[in-house]
């Protein structure tokens, strides 16, 4: 305190000797205890003047405890240093009220801010002697603060009042009016500041005013909060009003006024009315429709029941407790375990379970529960639902379950193609396995799709007749249609349909039967029988004709006989003779299409008749067209006429040169094949048993199929004028039929044609061949079928099982290559069918090679050894005839595995 005490004023230097020293010291000390003990903040500046002499900074002297607890700084942080460097944060105006302190040597009281420190203060200043400056501190921070958040929330607050759309309002003791907010003023169409000051009794009609003063004395009188809610007549429309009125009390806890918060209800009170209305109407609905109703604290587990959910179940109303427990002791064990899995955290539920009835039946319930109440960590505490008897349901509901399995269960194993579509897209929604083998897709290309996506319809308008006829009549019975295949083949159908239920949807039920083969059928007897006609008015007429022809030929010979050689009528009488004979030529292709040509019966071996016709062939038939013949057997024995079965031969033989201008391969064969009844079925009147089978086949154009149906008819010919009579294949026929035999023909426009003839072998050739031609030759070994037809898939695995391997049979050729890809180590033998849309047998095997170059295979075709099946012998494949027997496919595959498929030799 040097620096405060050497400025002390110079009246203690008259006090003599040690009293005046005393009287310092005192008073130092009594300066010191308050410096130090003070609660302000004291600083005790020297003022730095500048050239002018005004005050420039102000630089500390002396800082008091008060300081350092205010401040954090003690005196030797700031000591020497100036105000700015200590305090550089704080506002202008301390500098401003410094400088009138020391301008006008006069105190100044006023706060300030240190944004440093974060701390109001309040602030004296004063000049306790000439060229110092004293500042006195009062920290008011907490004050400031206090005042802020005052400000802030009497503005919150007044903002709210003002935005509110409720009416506020304060009335005084004096029943005046102190306060209004805008919404109230704009009731009451004026602005607040001409409300306040007013009675309140003057802004309300005298009824409504009374009833406020009423509970506005209660407020005073009790210090409580009263509410209340009236239907008012306010200004020029009725409204319903909630009036909260608080007590506003001074410090003493008087209640000095009230504050009046009014809202309009009445939207509210006609929502209250709705709801009311609207329960009302749930009671009477719930009553008609005879449901229970009940409510679940899921906490205590206490329960509401209606009556209705008692008297459902045979008990009177509130004859048990109801609860969750007496609930769960009414239902079955078996489903009491259903509100296990409830998810709570959805809002609504519905669940089935059966509940014991009075009597011990049990009654199928169906509750439906809604979520009500949640707590404040969103668990559900409160549901609410109803219960609903639908035992009668349960039981229609278990019946048309039986009868849909009984439907199901006949439409899965119906031999008939069966199908389920909707209405009116035609969209299927089950299928059987006959429609799948019916149209060779499996169920996943179907289910979800139509007749038209799948392109099934052959003919578009067939469609459009089926609907319309089911539209007409509901229903359709053996409708013949013709449906397209995946693979692009047609098969025949007898269509019928009819509307069917299925669980409450309507649809169609649509059931075909496959006709295709009995078509063919059909179409073969018709064809034998127009066949047989003809050939009866055939014979009829060469009967008559050779009559004629006996008179013309008689009368001629006795013309030539009584005239002179080289005499007019001796030349006619011998033309005419000429064309006697000729006729009678033609009188015996008819006869021998009527199958009364016959006179010769004697065993005939058909290798040597091939052999007979191809050697005279062979001097008059074209270098360009190679013939070959193939016999499996040394003898082929038959019984007939030699002469008319050469005819056949023949016939057939000139037929395949002529239909290879540009030459070919002309192939005639025999075998033995043994004819079952199911490949008879194919054929018209011929038996069960061993045939020989006689080929001819050529590389030809191939014949047209609209041409194929009239091929045997007489006098029927594609040949030009004067190249042929159209009596040749029709003369074969007969010869064929007359024998007791039958004739097929297969053709393809562009391949060629082959005629298979069978003639049923003789007592002969059976005795004398029967040993070796029924003896099959067995194996072992894995052999892949690839065929396009069905029924050879299904013959040849037949047979290839009873020789003792093991099959695997496909359907074309790109799928062959997708097996033979992942299994080709397995596979010992591959037969091919050299025939198949899509791929061809010769690009399958030259694929299936590329996989396994040493592969083994055996080409099959009804076609026989040709230019094409040629290709396959040089690339190394084997070959085998269709039809084939078990004998003929046995020694097929053991030479086939015996091959050198490098060399395409046999080992």
């Not at 013309?559 to 009488?573: F, W």
């Not at 033609?586 to 050697?615: H, W």
């Not at 009147?685 to 007489?714: A, N, Q, R």
């Amino acid at each position: 305190m040097k620096n405060i005490s050497s400025k002390e004023p110079d009246i203690i230097e008259y006090i003599p000797g040690k009293y005046a020293e005393e009287k310092l010291w005192q008073k130092e000390s009594l300066y010191r205890s308050l410096f130090n003990e003070m609660l302000s903040a004291f600083i005790l500046f020297e003022i730095i003047y500048d050239n002018e002499g005004k005050p420039r900074d102000y630089r500390f002297l002396d800082v008091n405890p008060a300081f350092e607890k205010m401040t954090g700084l003690c005196i030797s942080q700031v000591q020497e240093k100036n105000f700015i460097e200590v305090f550089s944060d704080v506002d202008p105006s301390w500098y401003e009220n410094f400088y009138r302190v020391v301008s006008t040597e006069k105190p100044v009281h006023f706060e300030g801010y240190s944004h440093k420190l974060k701390k109001y203060a309040d602030v004296i200043a004063y000049m306790p002697q000439k060229g110092q400056l004293a500042i006195m501190l009062t920290d008011i921070t907490e004050r400031k603060t206090m005042e802020v958040a005052l400000r802030q929330s009497e503005e919150k607050y007044r903002i709210l009042s003002e935005a509110s759309q409720d009416i506020i309002y304060v009335i005084n003791k004096d029943d005046y009016v102190e306060y209004v907010n805008s919404f109230a003023a704009k009731q009451f169409k004026c602005s607040p500041e001409e409300l306040i000051g007013k009675p309140r009794s003057s802004l309300f009609p005298p009824e409504l005013a009374s009833q406020q003063k009423y509970f506005l004395e209660k407020v005073f009188k009790t210090g409580q909060v009263v509410q209340s809610e009236s239907k008012q007549q306010f200004l020029e429309h009725v409204c319903w009003q909630n009036t909260r009125l608080v007590p506003l009390k001074d410090e003493t806890g008087e209640v000095r006024a009230v504050m009046g918060v009014s809202r309009d209800i009445t939207e509210t009170k006609r929502v209250d009315e709705a709801l009311r209305v609207s329960e009302e109407r749930l009671k009477f609905a719930l009553e008609g429709t005879n449901d229970g109703v009940w409510d679940w604290n899921i906490l205590t587990g206490e329960a509401y029941f209606s009556p209705r959910y008692y008297t459902m179940l045979g008990y009177e109303p509130y004859e048990f407790q109801p609860s969750y427990e007496s609930w769960k002791s009414l239902v079955h064990p078996d489903d009491i375990e259903i509100m296990e899995h409830v998810d709570f955290k959805k809002d609504n539920y519905t669940l089935e379970f059966r509940m014991r009835e009075k009597t011990g039946e049990w009654y199928w319930i169906k509750s439906r529960g809604k979520v009500v109440e949640w707590d404040e960590y969103g668990k559900p505490i409160r549901m609410v639902g109803t219960h609903t008897d639908i035992t009668d349901q349960k039981e229609a509901e278990n019946k048309l379950r039986l009868s849909e399995e009984k439907f199901f269960k006949a439409f899965s194993i119906s031999p008939d193609a069966m199908a389920i579509s909707s209405i009116p897209d035609g969209t299927y929604l089950e299928v059987n396995e006959v429609f799948l083998n019916l149209l060779g897709y499996t169920a996943e290309e179907v289910i979800g799709k139509t007749s038209k996506t799948l392109n099934i319809w052959v003919n578009s308008e067939d469609e459009g007749k089926l609907f319309s006829m089911i539209q007409k009549s509901g229903k359709v019975t053996d409708l013949e249609l013709s449906f397209r295949r995946k693979d692009s083949k047609e098969v025949i159908v007898l269509m019928s349909a009819s509307y069917l239920d299925v669980r409450g949807e309507r649809c169609l039920l649509g059931i075909a039967k496959d006709i295709t083969e009995r078509k063919k059928l059909e179409e073969q007897l018709f064809q034998s029988q127009k066949m047989e006609a003809i050939g009866q008015l055939a014979g009829g007429i060469a009967h008559d004709f050779n009559n004629l022809l006996t008179g013309i030929l008689g009368y001629s010979t006795i013309l030539t006989m009584e005239s002179e050689e080289g005499s007019i009528i001796y030349d006619a009488a011998t033309t005419i003779e000429k064309a006697a004979l000729r006729a009678t030529e033609l009188t015996k292709q008819l006869l021998g299409f009527s199958r009364r040509g016959k006179f010769i019966i004697k065993t005939v071996n058909l290798n040597d008749v091939v052999s007979e016709v191809v050697s005279l062939l062979s001097r008059t038939i074209h270098k360009n067209i190679n013939i070959i013949e193939r016999f499996t057997v040394e003898k082929s024995l038959i019984t007939g006429d030699p002469g008319q079965i050469q005819q056949v031969v023949l016939n057939l033989a000139v037929n395949a040169r002529d239909s290879m201008p540009e030459g070919g391969v002309l192939t005639i064969e025999t075998r033995e094949v043994y004819l079952d009844q199911e490949y008879i079925r194919f054929l018209v009147d011929i038996k069960p048993g061993y045939y020989i089978m006689l080929s001819v086949i050529d590389t030809g154009c191939g014949i047209p199929k609209e041409t194929l149906e009239h091929i045997f008819e007489p006098f029927f010919t594609t040949k030009e004028k004067d190249k042929g009579t159209g009596m040749g294949l029709a003369m074969v026929y007969g010869i064929v039929k007359n024998h007791g035999g039958a004739i097929h023909v297969y053709s393809e426009v562009g391949y060629g044609t082959v005629f298979h003839v069978y003639f049923p072998v003789s007592e002969e050739h059976i005795l004398k061949d029967s040993a070796d031609t029924r003896k099959p030759l067995s194996g072992t070994g894995r052999i892949l079928v690839v065929d396009d037809e069905e029924v050879v898939l299904d013959i040849s695995s037949r047979l290839l099982t009873q020789l003792g391997y093991e099959v695997i049979t496909v359907k074309g050729g790109k799928h062959a290559l997708e097996y033979y890809q992942n299994y080709w180590q397995e596979i010992d033998l591959v037969i091919i069918d050299m025939i198949m849309p899509e791929m061809s047998g010769h690009d399958c095997f030259k694929a299936l090679k590329r996989i396994n170059p040493e592969i083994n295979a055996l080409m099959s075709t009804g076609y026989g050894v040709n230019g094409k099946s040629l290709e396959f012998l040089e690339e190394g494949c084997s070959f085998i005839q269709k039809p084939y027997n078990i004998n003929d496919l046995s020694a097929s595959i053991i030479n086939a595995l015996k091959r050198d498929y490098k060399s395409g030799k046999e080992i």
